[in-house]
């Protein structure tokens, strides 16, 4: 944190990871500007979106780096976890091989980035239910074991995105304020 009119200012880098498709651009850009794209490209050319809440009286900022579609060919670099203090992996509970996927994600993130204090793992598209290929249980079950939050989102029907974003925030802000 840093003085700027007697008040304190805090910024904060967080990381999308997570397979391809897994929905990890929409939940940032869902979080950001509150919109969805049914067809969205892979590659978005924007490498951060900043975004602000309060806490404490304080102003917290969140720069939210989401994967240029790099993920595809599992060449996100090491530039993209520098000096992240949060992350969020991400899995599709349509898609089971996304879910098989978390274990190598936590290990590049473990590789990576040693100042992470707060790592939610998020399983996106609720909404499809009715297709769900991985249950609460287990996704609770690899949470705890890992020592991660865990929450269910949906980027379509905003459930839970706010939620998610701003529980990793908190506990950043808690460590390390
Ligand atoms: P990324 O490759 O992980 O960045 O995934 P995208 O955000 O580009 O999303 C991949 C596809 O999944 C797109 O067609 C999105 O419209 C769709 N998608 C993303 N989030 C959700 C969600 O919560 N529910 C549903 N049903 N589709 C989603
Ligand atoms: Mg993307």
């Not at 090491?78 to 996304?98: F, N, P």
């Not at 029907?157 to 950043?172: G, H, L």
Request: proline share 0%; glycine share 6%.
């Amino acid at each position: 944190s840093s003085d700027e009119e007697g008040g304190e200012e805090y910024l904060f880098k967080i990381v999308i990871i997570g397979d391809s498709a897994v929905g990890k651009s929409n939940l940032l850009s869902r979080y950001a500007r509150n919109e969805f794209n049914l067809h969205s490209k892979a590659t978005i050319g924007v490498e951060f979106q900043t975004q602000s809440m309060e806490i404490d009286g304080k102003e917290v900022k969140a720069q939210i780096w989401d994967t240029a579609g790099q993920e595809r060919f599992r060449a996100v670099t090491s530039a993209y976890y520098r000096g992240a203090v949060g992350a969020l992996i991400v899995y599709d509970i349509s898609r089971r091989t996304t879910f098989d996927s978390v274990g190598r994600w936590l290990d590049e993130l473990k590789t990576h980035s040693d100042t992470t204090v707060a790592w939610m793992l998020v399983g996106n598209k609720c909404d499809l239910e009715n297709i769900r290929d991985v249950s609460v249980e287990e996704a609770k079950c690899l949470a705890e074991a890992e020592g991660l939050f865990f929450m269910e989102t949906s980027a379509l029907d905003s459930t839970n995105v706010k939620k998610a974003f701003e529980i990793v925030i908190r506990e950043i802000y808690n460590n390390v304020s």
